[in-house]
């Protein structure tokens, strides 16, 4: 099984990834972790953390002690008026993160009740210490990885389902089709106190009609991503400090084309937001 390990570290860091990178790694892990265990006759909730322990302590060694590795734990039952536990509340966006979150006290969450990751490494205790309100802010978990050159390893997931780096963009530029949208809930930290607090995030205009469209070969035409195949499994990695301005020219340029299918609409750059910003609270 460590040779196994050893051959996806290789193919990964043949790549693109290197010591000291940061890595956000995005992943449905149904079939590399059935491989796994067919392959290697293991069975059981044993047989899975074994498998868990030596993925993430893999993906450890690929960037060693000066890398960053984010895991996303995304949930948006705050929304709903659940309140949020950063030690306990589950993400709605896999079952790595969640497993990471249960099993695995070297790494940190991060503190955004709605967009928050687990993470581990060189720069876990800034990422941990930041209080962005807004969940894709300049302050936030995302433009830290713009601005440090992270990289997002994409692991048998489509651009189309689990590219949430392009809602940073379409903050950054203000899409006129979103606006700030507030939410009001209770929030446990991770000392166990219990506050009310308001978060915001940048949330889409619901009539306006969409469908995301986002084809995975975008980004690999423009060469700011490579594709791996190991053992019948598809890794890619977007570079995504470079991905930043394909993407905005994208929007700016073609409206949107390659994220958004937009019906009756166009967007309009000089005509402000489609829809009022929402501050609900005092």
């Known amino acids: 099984m460590n040779i196994w390990f050893d051959e996806l570290k290789e193919k990964l860091t043949e790549s693109e990834i290197k010591k000291g990178d940061i890595v956000y790694i ?37 960037v060693g002690d000066e890398g960053t590795l984010m895991i996303p734990l995304f949930t948006w039952a705050f929304c709903r008026g659940i309140p949020f536990d950063v030690a306990k509340t589950h993400g709605e966006v896999g079952v790595l993160g969640n497993w990471v979150l249960e099993n695995r006290p070297d790494f940190a ?18 990422l941990v210490s930041m209080q962005n309100s807004t969940a894709w802010g300049q302050d936030s978990p995302f433009a830290y990885m713009h601005k440090n050159n992270a990289k997002n390893l994409l692991i048998n997931v489509s651009l189309e389902k689990c590219f949430t780096f392009t809602h940073y963009v379409e903050e ?26 308001i978060y915001k995030m ?31 499994n598809e890794f890619r990695i977007v570079d995504l400090e470079k ?17 958004y299918e937009f019906k009756n609409y166009t967007i309009d750059w000089t005509s402000g937001q489609t829809h009022p910003d929402e501050f609900r609270y005092e």
């Open 109 to 126: 969450r991060t503190a955004h009740p709605l967009y928050s990751f687990c993470v581990w490494g060189k720069d876990k205790d800034k």
């Open 172 to 197: 950054c530029i203000h899409v006129p089709y979103r606006y700030f949208k507030d939410f009001k809930g209770t929030y446990i930290d991770a000392c166990g106190n219990e506050t009310e607090r």
């Open 26 to 62: 995005s992943s449905d892990l149904t079939m590399l972790m059935y491989r796994s265990l067919k392959k290697f006759n293991l069975k059981g909730k044993d047989g899975k953390n074994l498998f868990m322990n030596k993925l993430v302590n893999t993906f450890q060694d690929m």
């Open 202 to 232: 940048y949330v889409r205009d619901l009539d306006i009609e969409s469908k995301q469209v986002t084809p995975d070969k975008c980004l690999d035409e423009a060469k700011v991503a490579t594709v791996v195949e190991f053992d019948g």
């Open 243 to 259: 991905a930043y301005p394909v993407i905005v020219d994208n929007y700016k340029n073609h409206n949107g084309n390659q994220w």
